[in-house]
């Protein structure tokens, strides 16, 4: 089916659009209630945000924040962008808009959560970059098999497999031997997802959970077989945090972005790259082209499945190159299932950055910011249940890939490519 | 000549055939792609696993540097111990039978709930999720109420089934609505799920009195299912739940083949566009799919709590909602394929546990096992090609990507 | 440069789709291979361009035997194709989609796009082909993508270029400016392979004619002395009559109105744009247009698979605006959707599932809760004979009949019961004469027996054909309102291309 090519500028909104926007609002709305209710009266004194450690060179002041105050003006604003969304709508900038009301909502709560007490605003948001890790390689590893034209539902697969891997080599061989493991044995698994789906026509979401209970089996059963008898092979070293001379005395940047250790670093350059590769040379065209429309690509001669091939597979050595970051780049040791769900959030994070690296990478910071919350805030005395704290990032990636993929077209064509 | 056209002038898409198009429609049966090769996939997987098993062996493996003989022979003898212990364990006696029912009822319900989402296109991987939430819903009704047993059961079973359904619902309608695609949503509701059960079993409403870790009050026992050859022995737990699962297939294959809903579930399933062009209602139907599908996982849930465990623990259904994908494949998506894969997967896990108990392999490798009976039973080709036999090539497709 | 083919066969399961084809051409001149819907011109061509390979039978180039393993060799041999089927990324630049496959690049693999840019400009100014290589393909009119085709073909250096159904998608305006194109790239020494199954055409301008009959050459002709009558009847096997029988129209009361429809599409603009007409009882009227100009949407919204912004939809005096599909199939609307893989079957289902696919909710394939499948194949039964649909049975899957019988499949049900109004969108496309034929008697029948006909076709000769009255639509709206006996195609062209 062709759709119209005609549009009309402004003026008309679709059914569902116009829909949608009330709908919208009505989260607005809700919020508003939710904050003035919860936060606004709920708060008795004020919270303090912490924005350098005691070591850091140069010092910036904590500024102290009533919460009844932060929350009576967040809710008006989002009472406002309520009844905006509902009268008229914010065109393309609605995800934006959304974006930060939402991240009101999350500025809010945090004051009425620290509510008399101080916060380290710095601690959270540098804790949230390196949650930030296994989403963004998660989500880098799922759009280079999707710009292609492939699924990868293996990606939680894959983490964990990276995980485990950089876990024994790191122990015995080292942290280097256990990175390039890691990567190794992702690229492995890609293999496998790229046999089944590209070779064998294999469903692609039910290859991508083969890989994942595949996994998930084999290293609880290796775990139990000898990881628990033998320490010493659990036991990797741990990546440490370097800062980068001068950027990293920026007051709170610094230590947010140029202290980390190197697979926050190795998540810059995996973004640059990516992003530059996808759009500016020769590789990525193609691999649009694949993915995009497979028989246009096929009918100049460029060869489908050896480009599917080449990057599931890469896509499979960032996966598991980013699983080893659960074990060397965190704590050192290997625990059944401990990547819990990163792969489908990385995945959630692709979407919401809409397949491009940089989007990816920024969807990952706000799951990164949920995830270390849930961290931050159990230090804190709030009267809400861990349980429902940790629940966040999940409910966040529903909301999320409820929120967004009917709106964001993917960039390919999914079926299996039949060469006449 | 025929009148068929050459594939170059038919539309270039491969058809969106049904999962399995040789089984959903009116039931033809080909021995080949129903029996033979999930047969030997189930061989092939065994294979596999034997190596994995003598990969795990670390002593062992050292011995190979030595003397090849001798870890040849340890190998085998590990390998064959471990399976001829898990083979006991699955049938080799009245308990061992006992267990593989037990266990069997809960993957078959399970099982269903995903071999009704593929019928229907959808992907539900949110079995475990759903398994809980109607667990609990069974364990409120059991241990809250106190009714005589003809109404208590029934009552408690309705309860597991709407707590499943509910759960199922939601990415049901989310898929519909939104777009978001049921493997994630499905998935990271099985994690909130874990998280809210974990959370139920610490209030008190919930929590067995006098307990400080997270275990519920006991079911009834006029709402538990009740043993049938205890009389024989107090040791053989099989109960009702066996009974159930059959007769809950039996009733799914009705309702898939014979009746309008189920030509409703699988049109969808086949071709959303086609069966909005016929007039149904899609979004309806996504969630009703999701909905019996939640349903039929929240009986197996229930199976858990009025049936093998009595009560409520943190994460009581374990991988099941796991296994159940890989068997849905196994059993074709057909009820009564399910049937019978539920049971050797029963078997696979009873013996596991034997097998764990009395060698030094772990009962982790039978998982290993079922997904490597998926990546088998799921690439037709890989099998024909390994074991050269010749049968209707077909390849799965049941996904379209994001995109509704 | 000469190129021949020789004994070049096919055979898929089931079928020969080529049988010993023998073909040659020159640079400098325009063979056209005529055939119908499934004579494997199309196989014949992908076989060419490496993307088959031929079971039997061998290429040679200047008298050399050429092995093709994919279009890649095709391409470095001199062959260039225009497909059907456009093969063209949709998100990608003009620019960019000529130099895919040989991109030119600075350093390290570096896009180089500046000079992609330049050199389309140079061939797009060569031809006076107007292309502009910065704009994105998704928002160009298939006109103009058709030349960014060409371009692609010519930037490769191509000798011989094959067009596959080039016409099929334009106005008759837009004919006659591609057939320019082709004589100046003959002109140039190009040589052109040109395939189609429209006869008026091969006589305007090719130089050679070759005829495809279920998959072999059955002959050849020269245009100065070939008449279209002499060419259908070899292109079908029989004497065809190229005139559709049927009588006056007697048009009676209302039973589709249409009043200020507007309906929007996926993205928030407005596909059909403040539309009103009327069907009567005993009258065909046909919607003609080049694909894209709101008719999909229109019939959508009729169907009441697309939600109306704005207007109403009035069935038989009852106002229909945003009902379902099953309310208005229920109020005695057939309608045959314009893809009849994608909507109007499942392919994965027998024919018996097909036959009873919206109607199975009701007496007799069901009491509302159980199908009753005996009786649903007996009813299959029935329509397979009535319909002629050549099958061997009524329970294998819709997938393994030919497009013709898929649709006749499709035919057969909505017009197997009382309607009162049919919406039939390309009821004939891509499919044998011997289907067309059939189809196009069952609606001029259904019109005499008293229903109210819409066709919506981008095929001008087939709105004409069928037609008692004619609606044109450009841009979403109707821009002209005809009859057949008033208009000629050329003038339709124009308002198909937004004159008014």
């Known amino acids: ?246 950027l990293s005395d920026i007051p709170l940047i610094g230590p947010v972005l140029f202290d980390q250790n190197i697979f926050v670093y190795g998540m810059y350059v995996l973004v640059g790259v990516t992003s530059f ?96 919350l849930q961290v931050k805030l159990g230090i804190l005395d709030t009267p809400i249940p861990s349980e429902f704290l940790a629940m966040a990032p999940y409910l966040v990636t529903i909301v999320v890939v409820a929120g967004l993929v009917g709106r964001s077209r993917p960039p390919s064509d999914y079926t299996a490519y039949v060469k006449e | 000549m025929t009148d ?263 049109a969808v399933g086949a071709n959303p566009d086609g069966a909005k062009y016929a007039g149904m209602n899609v979004v309806l139907l996504y969630v009703a799919v999701m909905a019996t599908a939640g349903g039929l996982a929240g009986l197996a849930g229930g199976d858990q709590v009025l049936g093998t465990l009595g009560r409520g623990t943190p994460g009581f259904v374990g991988v099941i909602g796991f296994d159940a994908i890989a068997l849905a494949l196994l059993g074709r998506s057909h009820p009564y394929g399910v049937v019978a894969a539920g049971l050797l997967f029963g078997g696979l896990s009873a013996g596991g546990q034997a097998m764990q108990a009395t060698t030094d392999v772990g009962i982790d490798i039978v998982q290993v096992i079922q997904a490597l009976i998926i990546v088998f039973i799921a690439a037709p080709a890989l099998i024909k090609a390994i074991y050269r036999v010749r049968a209707e090539a077909e390849s799965t497709q049941v996904s379209q990507g994001w995109a509704t | 440069m000469k190129l021949e083919l020789k004994g070049i066969t096919k055979r898929f399961p089931g079928v020969v789709a080529n049988d010993h084809v023998d073909l040659e051409i020159e640079t400098g001149e325009i063979l056209c291979l005529l055939g119908e819907n499934g004579a494997g011109k199309s196989t014949l061509m992908n076989i060419l361009y490496g993307l088959y390979s031929a079971d039997e039978g061998e290429i040679l180039i200047d008298g050399e035997v050429q092995h093709f393993a994919g279009p890649g060799d095709a391409i470095a041999a001199g062959i260039g194709m225009v497909h059907q089927h456009f093969m063209l990324v949709p998100v990608f630049t003009v620019a960019e989609n000529v130099v895919l496959g040989v991109e030119p690049t600075t350093t390290g693999g570096v896009l180089d796009i500046n000079e992609a840019r330049e050199d389309v400009r140079q061939i797009s100014n060569q031809y006076n082909l107007a292309v502009d290589p910065d704009a994105v393909i998704e928002d160009l009119p298939v006109g103009i993508q058709q030349r960014v085709e060409i371009i692609k073909v010519l930037f490769r250096d191509a000798e011989i270029l094959v067009f596959d159904e080039p016409t099929a998608v334009l106005t008759p305006q837009e004919v006659d400016e591609f057939f320019k194109i082709i004589d100046k790239l003959k002109d140039d020494g190009k040589g052109i392979i040109f395939i189609t199954h429209k006869l008026k055409e091969v006589l305007e301008v090719a130089d050679r004619i070759a005829v495809l009959r279920r998959g072999a050459v059955v002959g050849s002709a020269d245009p100065a002395t070939a008449t279209e009558s002499g060419l259908a009847e070899m292109m079908v096997g029989r004497p065809v009559d190229l005139k559709v029988d049927k009588s006056e129209a007697d048009p009676k009361d209302v039973v589709l109105s249409v009043k200020n429809l507007t309906v929007t599409n996926l993205f928030g603009g407005t596909a059909v744009d403040d539309v009103s007409f009327e069907v009567r009882r005993n009258e065909i009227v046909g919607i003609a247009g080049v694909q894209g100009n709101g008719q999909t949407e229109l019939v959508e919204a009729l169907t009441g698979l697309r939600e109306i912004a704005a207007g109403t939809v009035i069935i038989k005096g009852e106002d229909h605006t945003n009902s379902t599909p099953r309310q ?139 037609s008692d009255r004619i609606l044109v639509m450009f841009d979403g709206k109707v821009v002209a309102e005809t009859k057949p006996s008033e208009t000629t195609n050329t003038e339709l062209g124009l308002y198909m291309a937004g004159a008014s």
């Open chain 3, 328 to 466: 208005i199939h229920d109020s005695g609307v057939a309608h045959v959707p314009e893809d009849r893989q994608r909507s109007g079957l499942v392919l994965g289902f027998s024919l018996t599932e097909n036959f009873v696919l919206d109607s199975y909710y009701q007496k007799p394939f069901s009491d509302g809760i159980k199908m009753d499948w005996k009786r649903s194949r007996s009813e299959a039964e029935r329509l397979i004979e009535e319909f002629d649909v050549r099958t061997p049975s009524s329970e294998i899957p819709a997938s393994n009949l030919s497009g013709g019988n898929q649709q006749k499949v499709i035919v057969a049900r909505e017009f197997g019961r009382q309607v009162d109004l049919v919406i039939a969108s390309q009821p004939t496309r891509g499919i044998d004469v011997g289907s067309i034929e059939f189809i196009h008697e069952r609606i001029i029948e259904e019109r005499d027996a008293g229903a109210a006909v819409l066709i919506v076709s981008t095929e001008l000769d087939e709105v004409m054909a069928l």
């Open chain 1, 277 to 372: 590769a996808l759009f500016r040379t020769k590789w990525g065209l193609r691999t649009r082209a694949v993915g995009e429309k497979p028989r246009a690509a096929d009918t100049v001669g460029i060869h489908v499945f050896r480009m599917k091939y080449l990057n599931v597979i890469m896509g499979g050595l960032v996966a598991g190159f980013g699983g080893a970051y659960f074990t060397i780049g965190s704590v050192g040791r290997f625990d059944e299932n401990m990547t819990a769900g990163r792969g489908f959030i990385g995945l959630a994070a692709m979407i919401f950055g809409r397949w491009h690296p940089v989007g990816a990478i920024s969807a990952a910071l706000v799951f990164g910011l949920a995830d270390s």
């Open chain 1, 1 to 246: 089916m062709t759709a119209t090519l005609t549009q009309h500028a402004e003026g008309v909104r679709s059914p569902a659009e116009i829909r949608r926007s009330r709908v919208l609002a009505i989260v607005y709305l809700v919020l508003a209630v939710l904050v003035l209710v919860a936060f606004g009266f709920g708060s008795e004194g004020s919270a303090t945000f912490v924005l350098s450690r005691p070591g850091d060179a140069i010092q910036v002041g904590s500024p102290t924040i009533p919460g009844s105050g932060l929350a009576f003006v967040v809710s008006a604003v989002l009472a406002f962008l309520g009844a905006r969304q509902w009268m008229a709508g914010f065109g393309s900038r609605t995800n934006l808009v959304l974006a930060i009301g939402l991240g009101l909502v999350a500025f809010s709560f945090l004051a009425w959560a620290a509510d008399g007490a101080s916060f380290s605003l710095v601690g959270l948001l540098q804790e949230a970059m390196k949650r930030a890790v296994p989403i963004t390689f998660g989500a880098v590893s799922g759009l280079l098999c999707e710009r292609t034209g492939i699924i990868n539902i293996g990606i939680e697969g894959m983490l964990l497999a990276g995980a485990f891997t950089g876990a024994i080599v790191g122990s015995t061989l080292g942290a280097a031997a256990g990175m390039i493991g890691a990567a190794l044995v992702g690229g492995l698994l890609a293999v496998l997802l790229a046999v089944l789906t590209v070779k064998y026509r294999v469903d692609q979401i039910i290859a991508g959970v083969v890989i994942n209970i595949f996994v998930l089996g084999l290293t609880s059963f290796y775990t139990s077989q000898f990881l628990v008898e033998n320490p010493a092979l659990n036991n990797a070293p741990i990546m440490r945090a370097f800062g980068i001379p001068i």
């Open chain 2, 4 to 266: 068929q056209l050459t594939p170059s002038e038919v539309e270039p898409e491969p058809p969106e055939g049904s999962f399995f198009g040789d089984l959903t429609g009116s039931g033809r049966i080909d021995w080949r792609s129903n029996v033979l090769i999930p047969a030997l996939a189930i061989l092939s997987a065994l294979i596999v696993g034997a190596l994995i098993i003598a990969l795990g062996d670390l002593d062992t493996l050292r011995l190979w540097r030595s003397s090849p003989g001798d870890a040849l022979g340890v190998t085998v003898e590990t390998v064959a111990d471990a399976y001829g212990a898990l083979f006991k364990g699955a049938l080799g006696s009245v308990n061992a039978i006992s267990e593989t029912l037990t266990r069997a009822a809960p993957l078959i319900l399970a099982g269903l709930a995903v071999a009704v989402g593929f019928q229907a296109g959808l992907f539900n991987i949110g079995a475990n999720g759903q398994m809980l939430i109607g667990g609990m819903f069974a364990l409120v009704i059991g241990f809250q109420f106190d009714l005589p047993i003809i109404l208590h059961l029934p009552i408690a079973i309705i309860a597991a089934f709407i707590g499943g359904a509910l759960w199922g619902a939601i990415p049901g309608y989310l898929r519909a609505k939104t777009g978001a695609h049921e493997v994630i949503t499905t998935i990271m509701l099985n994690f909130v799920a874990l998280r809210l059960v974990d959370y139920w079993l610490t209030i008190p409403f919930f929590q067995l009195e006098g307990r400080t870790d997270p275990v519920s009050k006991s079911v009834l026992e006029s709402a538990r299912y009740p043993e049938l050859i205890a009389f024989i022995n107090p040791r053989y737990r099989v109960h009702l739940g066996i009974v159930i699962a059959v007769l809950v297939a039996v009733g799914v294959w009705w309702l898939l083949f014979r009746s309008t809903i189920g030509f409703e579930f699988r």
